[in-house]
């Protein structure tokens, strides 16, 4: 099939992977891909966005509206490459306000397979980006009806789009996945013996790092600990990099901690290779972390919060372990004193992955027979 795949991504982040993953593998399995979106911008900061473009001059309801007037231009394009490549069927990343795919699938009577990653209205609101508040949730909720099937990565988001308006029967949920590369034999020991850490147990925690991501916890763990042996090893960068060093520094344990900065997501499974405990420390109620599958995929012990989207893969004593509120120290405690569990725990993490094919190439073939099924009921 010919799949004309719409989205609004310009960076580099997690949005891309989940786009680069999953175009390449319905690639392989044979369908074209046709893409529709800006340019991706390779060297774009990693914390551009919040005050970009159009955002740093307009008043915010202006800006909302212009977000909205968008989806005329998207449209042409969307069109025009239509007209040049007879796709079979649109599949479009969701965007706050972008009407642009389901326009033109009403249009042309082609299925419309929405992928939603967040309630970004929601979000938005939440992080005080959001001026036209109703207008945005009236958007949102147009446009996840509009489209024939809604793929949302989680359960808890699956039910923000059944409140919307959606019907049961039009939601697949689908979460995110993992590669090939984190499946195959990697050796973590040039990045623990480029960051001096060959004999420390390694704490580790990969992603643009941001204050909600809760890493300072594994900070405050190690001034509380007290051990030698310990060093936390955060893989990224982002804006709460500075105040992390900085609490480090007034903790005493600055020589425990290391922040790589910016890592090619080429060398990222060489990387996560290099932990011994894997961190997951918060995580927003909706969200399918791409995190959470490469260290599973890597037989990495997970310790996350027991929050209703990560217990949709794992289970607490099972295949990682999870802590209530305050409990991230004593849980953090048990996998780090006791190896066994470690190498317990990081191995059904592993065949989590292989039983319930937590993969991009899993990934296209749910999203295959759905793009089956869609376009042989337009047939008929």
Not at 165 to 179: S, T, Y
Not at 284 to 302: I, Q
Not at 343 to 372: M, P, Q, S
Request: with cysteine; hydrophobic share 45%; glycine share 8%.
């Amino acid at each position: 099939m010919k799949f004309l795949y719409s989205h609004r991504t310009q960076s580099a982040d997690g949005q891309w992977v989940h786009i680069d993953a999953l175009t390449r593998a319905l690639s392989e399995r044979g369908h074209e891909i046709v893409m529709a979106g800006p340019v991706r911008q390779e060297n774009r900061p990693l914390n551009a966005g919040a005050r970009s473009g159009l955002k740093q001059f307009l008043p915010a309801r202006l800006y909302e509206c212009a977000e909205f007037s968008y989806s005329a231009r998207g449209y042409v394009r969307l069109a025009r490459l239509a007209a040049a490549t007879t796709p079979d069927l649109i599949y479009e990343r969701y965007n706050l306000h972008y009407f642009a795919g389901a326009w033109l699938s009403r249009r042309l009577k082609l299925p419309f397979i929405l992928e939603v990653n967040a309630p970004l209205a929601e979000e938005r609101e939440a992080h005080g980006n959001l001026a036209l508040k109703t207008f945005a949730r009236r958007h949102e909720a147009d446009i996840w009806k509009a489209a024939d099937k809604v793929l949302p990565v989680t359960e808890t988001l699956a039910d923000r789009i059944r409140a919307a308006g959606v019907a049961d029967e039009k939601i697949e949920i689908i979460p995110n996945g993992v590669g090939r590369e984190f499946l195959e034999p990697v050796e973590g020991a040039k990045i623990r013996e480029r960051y001096g850490v060959e004999h420390k147990l390694v704490l580790g925690f990969t992603g643009f790092v941001r204050d909600w991501h809760g890493v300072d916890r594994a900070i405050h763990y190690l001034a509380r600990a007290g051990r030698d042996d310990l060093h936390l090893l955060i893989v990224g960068d982002g804006p709460a990099r500075a105040g992390l060093e900085t609490l480090a520094s007034e903790l005493g344990v600055a020589r425990h901690v290391t922040v790589t900065g910016v890592v090619q997501r080429a060398a990222m499974p060489e990387y996560v290779a290099a932990f011994d405990i894997a961190l997951q420390p918060a995580v927003v109620d909706y969200a399918s972390p791409l995190k959470l599958f490469e260290y599973m995929a890597m037989a990495k012990p997970v310790l996350a919060p027991d929050a209703p989207n990560i217990l949709e893969i794992l289970k607490d004593g099972e295949n990682g372990l999870l802590f209530r509120g305050d409990g991230f120290d004593a849980a953090l405690g048990v996998l780090v004193g006791d190896e066994h569990i470690r190498r317990a725990l990081g191995a059904a993490a592993r065949k989590t992955i292989a039983r319930d094919d937590y993969t991009w190439a899993g990934n296209a073939r749910r999203v295959e027979r759905i793009a089956e099924d869609l376009t042989a009921q337009e047939r008929q």
